[in-house]
């Protein structure tokens, strides 16, 4: 598909050292980078950090030092 996408002078002429340097015509350098940036954005999306649930018999009564949550992360 053909489209049209307005770049700054400077951004132009900086992918368009970029793409000589890899070896890569305009639009293969676009294409790597849109696909690139697509697969990044959906990676982010699927990662998440599980972090460890401490519980309490009594909720908001808990109060650790930072030492203790580290000996029980570890």
Same mark, same amino acid.
């Given at each position: 598909? /053909? !489209? #049209?996408?307005?770049?700054?002078?400077? &951004?132009?002429?900086?992918?368009? +050292? #970029? +793409?000589? =340097?890899?070896?890569?015509?305009?639009?293969?350098?676009?294409?790597?980078?849109? %696909?690139? %940036?697509? +697969? /990044? $954005? $959906?990676? !982010? $999306? %699927?990662?998440?950090?599980? =972090?460890? &649930?401490?519980?309490?018999?009594?909720?908001? !009564? &808990?109060? =650790? !030092?930072?030492? $203790?949550?580290?000996? &029980? =992360? #570890?």
């Amino acid at each position: 598909m /053909r !489209t #049209t996408v307005d770049l700054p002078d400077p &951004l132009f002429r900086q992918m368009k +050292a #970029t +793409a000589a =340097l890899r070896g890569l015509s305009i639009k293969d350098f676009v294409s790597v980078a849109v %696909e690139s %940036e697509i +697969a /990044r $954005e $959906e990676s !982010t $999306e %699927e990662y998440s950090v599980k =972090l460890p &649930l401490i519980r309490s018999k009594r909720p908001g !009564t &808990l109060h =650790l !030092t930072n030492s $203790e949550i580290e000996d &029980l =992360l #570890t």
